[in-house]
């Protein structure tokens, strides 16, 4: 196993696992026709404006970033933008849908997307 083979194993066995660090989203290709995926949440306060770095601002809108395994089995193997993403936007709460904004390349086994309103 190669070392992008065992990080995106790890993302989907143990930091989107449910019983370790994860939740359970579903994701919405095209925006229908969803699938539930394991993944790994980060939960800005939507509060927060960083005054130190303005490229980060976005005007107050709630946006979250979601890590799901780049792999056929149990995560994604392509990400595009305006696709669909239902989970809480706060720990506990009912799931919203929030669209895709940008994602990262997912060479390194997982991808980092970021999901706003």
Do not use: H
Not at 19 to 24: I, K, L, N, P, V
Not at 26 to 52: C, H, I, M
Not at 75 to 90: C, E, M, S
């Amino acid at each position: 196993m190669n070392f992008k083979d065992q990080l995106a194993a790890d993302m989907r066995d143990v930091f989107a696992d449910p019983a370790c660090f994860g939740e359970t989203v579903t994701y919405l290709p095209g925006g229908s026709g969803g699938v539930t995926l394991n993944a790994f949440v980060e939960r800005d306060d939507p509060g927060f404006q960083p005054a130190k770095r303005p490229e980060l601002n976005r005007g107050g809108q709630k946006r979250l970033f979601v890590w799901i395994a780049n792999t056929a089995t149990g995560g994604r193997t392509a990400i595009a933008r305006n696709d669909l993403i239902q989970l809480p936007v706060k720990a506990g709460e009912a799931a919203t849908t929030m669209r895709v904004l940008a994602w990262s390349d997912g060479r390194d086994g997982a991808w980092r997307i970021e999901v706003g309103e």
